[in-house]
């Protein structure tokens, strides 16, 4: 089973997304994360470039966005969608600083800060009530950063971790 399709969506407000001319280089990369023994305590093991999975095995989704240019960028929105077959299991350690994340379960048609919420109709007493839930994040099915600055020649690792189904 191939883990990841290279389904990255970026959006930078006023400027085309010609790869030539953009200010911005995406790095995508994946890696197999493995809990291991050494010296009788448990670590944490990442095999990036791992390409065949089964069922329950955990991988770090990991977009690096490397400002090329010689000015600072604004407000760069990078989305990256929780790949087919596998199902959302929390961020990969902290958003960098100046970095808004949000999260869809639409299908990346609209993002909002978690926990995501949602409206439910349920029969109390034989009258319908509607109630807000909070989404489980194993239905995210999108993560996007919004990043505020990034500086000329900087860069800002952001990535979520998924299990396959």
Known sequence: MKAFGSML????PGMALAQSASPLVL??????VQTVT???KAAEKRTPGYTRV????QLAQTVTARNVS???????????????GM???APDGAAPAGVRTEYSIDAGKTFAPAPLKRQITVT????????????????YQAVRWTIGALPAGTEKTLGFRVQVK
Do not use: F, I, M
């Open 9 to 12: 969506l970026l959006v930078l």
């Open 27 to 32: 790095n995508l990369s994946q890696a197999l």
């Open 38 to 40: 050494v010296d009788g």
């Open 54 to 57: 089964r069922p329950g095995d």
């Open 70 to 84: 010689t000015r600072t960028l604004a407000n760069v929105a990078v989305r990256l969608p929780v790949p087919r």
């Open 87 to 89: 199902v959302y299991v």
């Open 124 to 139: 109390e007493n034989g009258k319908a009530v509607t109630r807000e839930v909070e989404v489980n994040p194993n239905e």
